[in-house]
């Protein structure tokens, strides 16, 4: 609330009083508020470095809990991500897995088709050969007349390996007995 004060030792005189009470109101209650206003500044200067640094504290302090938080969302998204990514890792190997297995019974069939006996032909031939191997030596000898069936896959290959060297072997020979002869 503004209120009138007069100052002491200015006279006033009545023609400017009656002539316009209104404008010398106003000037008192400019001049209130602009002392009011120096008032303001001289309290904010002396307390205006504490102030400050009051609002330099707290703007530190919140600061701080924003970056807390920031990092706190920054590792839940990177715990997500690393999450994600374990879980993409996994499905891939296991569908790396099932291409590789299917790779190697195709590869498997076509090999078979071609007469190569598979790892599993060759290991039950090793142990008719051990079988066959025990059993001549506790006859002493003897021819054993029973024998376990073959499997289909390996007497082919025999076969086949068979035929072709001893096609090839009589061929080179034949020319070198007809040197010899002669």
């Known amino acids: 609330m503004v209120t009138k004060t007069r100052k002491s030792g200015t006279a006033s005189t009545g023609a400017t009083a009656s002539a316009s009470p ?7 209650s400019a001049q209130q508020i602009w002392l009011a206003g120096l008032g303001a500044f001289s309290k904010a200067q002396a307390e205006g470095g504490k102030a400050f640094e009051t609002l330099v504290k707290e703007g530190l302090s919140i600061q701080r809990k924003t970056q807390a ?6 590792n839940e998204a990177t715990q997500r991500m690393t999450n994600m990514a374990s879980d993409i890792g996994s499905k891939a190997a296991g569908q ?4 590789e297995n299917i790779f190697e019974d195709r590869v498997a069939k076509a090999l078979n088709k071609l007469g190569v006996p598979s790892a599993r032909d060759i290991e ?5 050969i051990d079988a066959l191997s025990a059993a001549v030596a506790s006859e002493g000898g003897k021819t054993v007349k029973a024998a376990a069936p073959r499997k289909a896959a390996a007497p ?27």
Request: no cysteine; hydrophobic share 50%; charged share 35%.
């Open 124 to 128: 039950a031939l090793i142990e008719r």
């Open 96 to 99: 790396w897995d099932k291409l």
């Open 69 to 74: 938080v920031a990092e706190e969302r920054l």
């Open 22 to 28: 209104l404008s010398g109101a106003i000037k008192d």
């Open 156 to 182: 082919k290959a025999a076969a086949k390996t068979a035929t072709k060297t001893a096609a090839a072997k009589p061929a080179r020979k034949a020319p070198a007995r007809a040197k010899k002869a002669a």
